[in-house]
């Protein structure tokens, strides 16, 4: 249509403008056909201009999103209202925060909100085995927080989850910073370093849950722990000594204390991390609470029931090994891990393994963000935010994974678990995404279970 009318109104402008008589040689559909040439001509560089103009868009969007942290990085550095050394500025950045100028003293207030739904279905054999897997729905995580620094090197966090009708503990601990060799120590309840997925925030993670290996990460627990990094946050480490303990950071008994150390680097790290390589490895060994161990697992659902338990094992010592490995490529990235346990019995020496690999692209053009410090997955910072009116896509990502976790060996018939799971995450902004997955779980000798579930968090 666009055409058409470029050509009726070239047409009838030549016509009145002095056009040729109806006695010319050359006939009005002859010229008729020269200035459709000519429009098609024009309509290729317009297209031409157009396919620029999205490349050249693009690179805006990408310069104002450079801009926009500059301006974060300048607001955090500016001077407060008043000369007063001790006066709190506070702004906005991913949370409510507050800092003297000096920023000897910080403060951050934060949350998170992940309210989930799952819908299920079963063969017969799984049913008879486990019962009807129900639909339903739950807050997954409810979380507030407050962290900060005080004295310039004394750090504390108190954070606790809702999510399950109580406030039971997650990160609460005090630590010192930047002490020279031994970095950063932190005392308290918090995570142990064990798996690149385990220690990735749950705000940041691809899929709904963790990999099935992820029922060996002890995941938080009382104790203490070294962490620091070097040559240039390219290598970093964390050792720590812990005790089981329960959701409050309590515990009692006879059972001895874990050691759990991590060591992860990127020796491949270009483009401010839009492109890396990423190698870790992580340890755990110690007694077990009340001399037994026992691990299980559910599909990667929470709302589901566990397909897969050890039960109890008496065990005089667990060891465990976990290896990860993770690559970004810009907005294609791949993730994989491999855990493996042995449990000290008085019959033997029975062996759990897992792991999981996993890749996702995002359609939009951002790429996973990596914390060098810690040897993580951060924040994923959208491109284009999601606005009712002239507002951007947001980022679109897609995602699958292949996982397993087998709890069989010798005399104790666990059972084994394996999941596909595919994902697509919408990020309307830096802070908020809607999430949603589809898991088909096969449980060796019994048969399949299929969920489908969504997630919409927002955190701060």
Same mark, same amino acid.
């Given at each position: 249509?666009?055409?058409?009318?470029? =050509?009726?109104?070239?047409?009838?402008?030549?016509?009145?403008?002095?056009?040729?008589?109806?006695?010319?040689?050359?006939?009005?559909?002859?010229?008729?056909?020269?200035?459709?040439?000519?429009?098609?001509?024009?309509?290729?560089?317009?297209?031409?201009?157009?396919?620029?103009?999205?490349?050249?868009?693009?690179?805006?969007?990408?310069?104002?999103?450079?801009?926009?942290?500059?301006?974060?990085?300048?607001?955090?550095?500016?001077?407060?209202? %008043?000369?007063?050394?001790?006066?709190?500025? +506070?702004?906005?950045?991913?949370?409510?925060?507050?800092?003297?100028?000096?920023?000897?003293?910080?403060?951050?207030?934060?949350?998170?909100?992940?309210?989930?739904?799952?819908?299920?279905?079963?063969?017969?054999?799984?049913?008879?085995?486990?019962?009807?897997?129900?639909?339903?729905?739950?807050?997954?995580?409810?979380?507030?927080?407050?962290?900060?620094?005080?004295?310039?090197?004394?750090?504390?966090?108190?954070?606790?989850?809702?999510?399950?009708?109580?406030?039971?503990?997650?990160?609460?601990?005090?630590?010192?910073?930047?002490?020279?060799?031994?970095?950063?120590?932190?005392?308290?309840? &918090?995570?142990?370093?064990?798996?690149?997925?385990?220690?990735?925030?749950?705000?940041?993670?691809?899929?709904?849950?963790?990999?099935?290996?992820?029922?060996?990460?002890?995941?938080?627990?009382? $104790?203490?722990?070294?962490?620091?990094?070097?040559?240039?946050?390219?290598?970093?480490?964390?050792?720590?000594? &812990?005790?089981?303990?329960?959701?409050?950071?309590?515990?009692?008994?006879? !059972?001895?204390?874990?050691?759990?150390?991590?060591?992860?680097?990127?020796?491949?790290?270009?483009?401010?991390?839009?492109?890396?390589?990423?190698?870790?490895?992580?340890?755990?060994? !110690?007694?077990?609470?009340?001399?037994?161990?026992?691990?299980?697992?559910?599909?990667?659902?929470?709302?589901?029931?566990?397909? =897969?338990?050890?039960?109890?094992?008496? %065990?005089?010592? =667990?060891?465990?090994?976990?290896?990860?490995?993770?690559?970004?490529?810009?907005?294609?990235?791949?993730?994989?891990?491999?855990?493996?346990?042995?449990?000290?019995?008085?019959?033997?020496?029975?062996?759990?393994? $897992?792991?999981?690999?996993?890749?996702?692209?995002?359609?939009?053009?951002?790429?996973?963000?990596?914390?060098?410090?810690?040897?993580?997955?951060?924040?994923?910072? +959208?491109?284009?935010?999601?606005? &009712?009116?002239?507002?951007?896509? $947001?980022?679109?990502?897609?995602?699958?994974?292949?996982?397993?976790?087998?709890?069989?060996?010798?005399?104790?018939?666990?059972?084994?678990?394996?999941?596909?799971?595919?994902?697509?995450?919408?990020?309307?902004?830096?802070?908020?995404?809607?999430?949603?997955?589809?898991?088909?779980?096969?449980?060796?000798?019994?048969?399949?279970?299929?969920?489908?579930?969504?997630?919409?968090?927002?955190?701060?």
């Amino acid at each position: 249509m666009r055409r058409w009318g470029i =050509v009726a109104g070239a047409a009838t402008a030549y016509l009145l403008g002095g056009g040729p008589a109806f006695g010319d040689d050359q006939s009005i559909e002859e010229r008729f056909r020269q200035l459709e040439q000519r429009v098609e001509a024009q309509e290729r560089q317009l297209e031409a201009q157009e396919r620029q103009l999205d490349a050249q868009s693009r690179q805006l969007d990408e310069q104002r999103r450079a801009s926009q942290e500059q301006r974060e990085q300048l607001a955090e550095r500016s001077e407060p209202s %008043s000369t007063e050394p001790n006066t709190f500025r +506070v702004f906005w950045k991913n949370g409510i925060r507050a800092e003297t100028e000096d920023k000897a003293f910080q403060a951050r207030i934060g949350g998170r909100i992940q309210t989930d739904f799952a819908f299920f279905t079963e063969d017969d054999d799984v049913k008879d085995a486990f019962g009807d897997l129900e639909n339903g729905a739950e807050f997954r995580r409810a979380r507030l927080f407050v962290r900060g620094v005080i004295y310039d090197r004394v750090a504390f966090k108190a954070q606790y989850d809702f999510a399950g009708g109580d406030a039971d503990f997650k990160d609460v601990y005090i630590g010192l910073e930047e002490i020279p060799y031994a970095g950063n120590i932190l005392v308290g309840h &918090f995570k142990e370093p064990f798996t690149l997925e385990e220690f990735t925030s749950s705000k940041y993670i691809t899929f709904l849950e963790r990999g099935l290996p992820n029922a060996f990460a002890p995941s938080r627990n009382m $104790g203490f722990m070294a962490t620091n990094h070097l040559a240039d946050e390219r290598l970093n480490w964390q050792l720590g000594v &812990f005790r089981d303990s329960d959701g409050f950071g309590s515990s009692s008994g006879d !059972g001895s204390f874990n050691v759990t150390g991590r060591v992860s680097g990127t020796p491949y790290f270009e483009e401010n991390g839009r492109k890396l390589a990423h190698l870790g490895m992580a340890f755990r060994y !110690g007694d077990p609470d009340d001399d037994e161990v026992r691990f299980r697992q559910r599909p990667e659902a929470h709302l589901a029931p566990r397909l =897969v338990d050890t039960g109890d094992i008496a %065990s005089d010592g =667990v060891g465990r090994l976990g290896l990860e490995a993770a690559t970004v490529l810009g907005p294609l990235s791949f993730q994989g891990e491999y855990v493996h346990n042995w449990v000290d019995t008085d019959a033997g020496e029975p062996e759990f393994h $897992g792991h999981y690999v996993q890749a996702s692209y995002f359609l939009t053009g951002e790429h996973r963000r990596y914390k060098s410090q810690r040897g993580v997955f951060d924040r994923v910072r +959208v491109n284009r935010p999601f606005l &009712f009116g002239d507002g951007g896509p $947001g980022a679109w990502e897609i995602a699958a994974r292949y996982s397993s976790i087998d709890l069989q060996d010798g005399s104790v018939a666990g059972g084994a678990l394996q999941d596909v799971t595919g994902g697509v995450n919408w990020h309307l902004n830096d802070n908020t995404r809607v999430m949603a997955n589809y898991v088909w779980a096969k449980v060796r000798a019994t048969g399949n279970a299929h969920a489908f579930q969504t997630r919409f968090q927002i955190d701060f």
